[in-house]
Nanobody, 119 residues
């Protein structure tokens, strides 16, 4: 069984920082793209940031210059450093990964971690 476990969410004041982590475990051959999505109350889930296995990144316009995605392939872990947080960043943040197993590729989601930014 393959799973993603997130950590690092919480409550922070506007202008503050948080670092999210997401670790993959299970029978994994390799992990291709890893990403962070977020979903605010009443809104659709949206991509915040994505990173390829080789380290190429892309970001939503709303987080560019404030968020940094990175990964440690040896630890099968992806991170999201969030700086200069704004109340509109409040959402449940979900980790996502394209994982390759002996049985074939699988898209996996984490359970989500709440990030709340107070004004």
């Amino acid at each position: 069984q393959v799973q993603l476990v997130e950590s690092g969410g919480g409550l922070v004041q506007a202008g503050g920082s948080l670092r999210l982590s997401c670790a993959a475990s299970g029978s994994i051959l390799t992990i291709n793209d890893m990403a962070w999505y977020r979903q605010a109350p009443g809104q659709q889930r949206e991509l915040a940031a994505r990173i390829t296995r080789g380290g190429r990144t892309n970001y939503a316009e709303s987080v560019k210059g404030r968020f940094t995605i990175s990964r440690d392939n040896a630890k099968k872990t992806v991170y999201l450093q969030m700086n200069s947080l704004k109340p509109e960043d409040t959402a449940v943040y979900y980790c996502n990964a394209e994982i390759y197993r002996l049985a074939g590729p699988l898209e996996v989601w984490g359970q989500g971690t709440q990030v709340t930014v107070s004004s």
